[in-house]
């Protein structure tokens, strides 16, 4: 129990101070449109070995990461395998994909897709060029999504894309993220719904979880085990130097669905020192960071976490999504950072193997954005005061530089000047964009800064030192 914090409760206890100035964003629009699985855990255990810790530290000086779904849901451009699954909310979903067909035979047309999925543009090293120029520095891929679809060269069957193209995705796109010195990060789903060892086909499939009693089938799970152990295995050894492994399906866990992750994660390290395991919501050991799924926090959070979301309205490419802006993204990233937490932002590239030119415009922005202002996101540290209306404030890792971001939405108008209580400014107040000083005062306590009027509507950095 030494090293676990309970937080909800004791992050409040551990930053006394820290006062919640501003409004707490959630992002009720996409979770109301599209439901998400996963909330977070509420208790962080501090892993104990100093690899861990080490990678967790460097993981947080790159606070923005690329999230890909790639899979063959990408084909008809569906959401990613959940209309396989029967439980009631899925069921209108599949409907609309294929208002004619039962369950059985959608399963049967879904299964088809790997037969379709060819993807002629797939070009890895332009992948990584687009998220290196959007000031990304690492990436998440899914290997495996719940559907079983394998991404990459496995042994254990045939469902994969190596064995229909030829192509293998993992080793790709590694090798390239590589090249940039990204960070990489292998998505794994621990439930598989075309494994006949999770879903048995002597048993219907009425939910996502394992559709036998496991009790009466030892045999069967056994064989799920080894299989979903070797899949890991098969990553952590033929892909070179992963740093992440990021696992998703969290009703899938002991004690009612034990497949050994303890040994699983034992055996991974050893391939793959330092690994940084993401075993989401199951809390404890293996779960190094916390995952909040298209949303942020309330408050600033003592403890690794990131948010993932995505930059349409799903986390695969379906025909003329919506999007969210740059400047939307922009916006999260300083109040993530200033919370204390990374940015996962999800791209689905088509099945094709094309990344729509809305998001690679998109994305270049940003990246102009940071190649600016990236110095008051890129490895700082939470401030103790993060917030004051809309401006967010990161602090450089020895404190005395404060940093702050001011966000603005789309139709927004920069004021002539910005104010802010707390950070108190024991000098110049400078624009990171253009180096230029801007004029300030200080009087109780609050700081009052005069904005040129020739800056652009759009939100912008700055710094200054503080007195510690
Ligand atoms: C959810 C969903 C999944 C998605 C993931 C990303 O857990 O099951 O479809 O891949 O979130 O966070």
Redesign the pocket.
Known sequence: MKNKLLLSLAGMLLFPSLAVLGQSKVITRDIAEQG???GMSDTYTVPDDPRVLAALDEWQDRKFGIFF?WGVYSVPGIS???PLCSEDKFIARRRKIQPDMNYDQFKNWYWQLAGQFNPAEFDAAYWAEIMKNAGMKYMVF?TK??DGFCMFDSRLTDYTITRTTGIDPVKDLTDEFRKHDFMIGT?FSKADWHCPWYWHPDKATPSRGVNYDISQHPDWWNKFCKYTAGQIDELMSNYGRIDILWL??GWVKAPAEDFGIDTIVENARAKQPGLIVVDRTVKGRNENYL?P?MRIPAEQLPYPWET?TTLTNR?GWTPNPKYKSAFDVINMLAEITAKGGNFLLDVGPDGNGRIEQAAVERLEFIGKWLEKNGEAIYNTRPAKVYNCGPVWFNASKDGKTIYGIYTLDDDGKLPSKVEWSGNVPAGAVTLLADGRELKHSVENGKTVVQLPSDMPDMPFAFKFKIRK
């Open positions: 998400f699985v996963h779904h990613e395998s959940w899914t999504h719940h998505y998703d399906g995952t799924e993932n986390w």
